[in-house]
T-cell receptor, first 109, second 111 residues
Framework: DAKTTQPPSMDCAEGRAANLPCNHS???????VYWYRQIHSQGPQYIIHGLKNNETNEMASLIITEDRKSSTLILPHATLRDTAVYYCIVTYNTDKLIFGTGTRLQVFP | EAQVTQNPRYLITVTGKKLTVTCSQNMNHEYMSWYRQDPGLGLRQIYY???????DKGDVPEGYKVSRKEKRNFPLILESPSPNQTSLYFC??????????FGNGTRLTVT
């Protein structure tokens, strides 16, 4: 599976958009980009995934660059409850997710 | 409600005393897996199961056993726990093509 690089931490004001970047320059053609988050030692929670096209659901949007070497998770209106560690994972095999250290997002009032 | 249920949530035990952490899912998922999470190391896969009676080692299987006699249950067994197995454990399930659903974790302390 391709390796990902994420900033260790980010801050965001409540109500503003949180844009979390992820680099995956060695991604291969059949690998998806998945995003999960973990709120304070709870079980990781699936957010969104995509292959080539941008994706949007009720939680977030995922923007994948045309060369697929990087992506951005967007939380359009961050709330305090979005404070969590966010993991970007690249894989063709959803059975085996390799979690890195992720980005710790702190949303402040 | 669709969920993965782990029990217990917290467990303190002593070295060498066999224990079992249960995991049950109500989504009829074929695939189930166990992870452990340690500071600075992220989540690491212990064992996984593609279906009933089919189990395989993950990245850190030493000291653990699993069984998959029924589709809904995937218990994690520590025959002789040691302090280095003190960790936060997560069970997860999926259809195999859908995203993983995780349980809320079991915090194990081995003294």
């Amino acid at each position: 599976d391709a390796k990902t690089t994420q900033p260790p931490s980010m801050d965001c004001a409540e109500g503003r958009a949180a844009n979390l970047p992820c680099n995956h320059s060695t991604i291969s053609g059949n690998e998806y980009v998945y995003w999960y988050r973990q709120i304070h030692s709870q079980g990781p929670q699936y957010i969104i995934h995509g292959l080539k096209n941008n994706e949007t659901n009720e939680m977030a949007s995922l923007i994948i660059t045309e060369d697929r070497k990087s992506s951005t998770l967007i939380l359009p209106h961050a709330t305090l409850r979005d404070t969590a560690v966010y993991y970007c994972i690249v894989t063709y095999n959803t059975d085996k997710l390799i979690f890195g250290t992720g980005t710790r997002l702190q949303v402040f009032p | 409600e669709a969920q993965v249920t782990q029990n217990p949530r917290y467990l303190i035990t002593v070295t060498g005393k066999k224990l079992t952490v249960t995991c049950s899912q109500n989504m009829n998922h074929e695939y189930m897996s166990w992870y452990r999470q340690d500071p600075g190391l992220g989540l690491r896969q212990i064992y996984y199961s593609m279906n009933v009676e089919v189990t395989d080692k993950g990245d850190v299987p030493e000291g653990y056993k699993v069984s998959r006699k029924e589709k809904r249950n995937f218990p994690l067994i520590l025959e002789s726990p040691s302090p280095n197995q003190t960790s936060l454990y997560f069970c997860a399930s999926s259809t195999g093509v859908s995203p993983l659903h995780f349980g809320n974790g079991t915090r194990l302390t081995v003294t």
